[in-house]
């Protein structure tokens, strides 16, 4: 069994995204070059584990789900599930397509589509 066929279930405030690939042409046609991007920074939510534990052993309600496109830091990815790993200049990252796993403190917005 290989990863894609693998089902996955996030722990604590965990969550599996998909990366995806930033458009490449501006609205007005303009190409936008792949050198201009460093990592990949947007995603679709996959799964979300249970929530982060607070001190007082409850746990907070995750703040996305399903689903939610979002924007994250990619220096937050902790796992990459997939095979197009690539050596960039700050180490290991995702390419578009990738699913990855993050802490859900290191997705700064979802975006209404």
């Known amino acids: 069994m290989n990863d894609s066929e ?38 679709v939510v996959i799964s979300v584990g249970p929530g982060k534990r607070l001190d007082d052993g409850s746990r907070r309600e995750p703040r996305v789900k399903p689903g939610d496109s979002i924007i994250f830091d990619p220096n937050t990815v902790k796992t990459v599930i997939g095979q197009s790993v690539s050596e960039g200049h700050g180490g290991r990252h995702a390419k578009g397509g990738d699913t990855i796993i993050i802490p859900e403190s290191g997705i700064h917005a979802v975006i209404d589509e």
Do not use: A, N, Q, W
Not at 12 to 20: D, H, L, N, S
Not at 21 to 35: A, M, V
């Open 6 to 43: 693998k089902k996955y279930r996030p722990l604590g405030e965990m969550v599996i995204c998909r990366v995806v690939d930033r458009e490449t042409k501006t609205s007005g046609g303009i190409h936008i070059p792949d050198s201009s991007y460093i990592r990949p920074d947007r995603g």
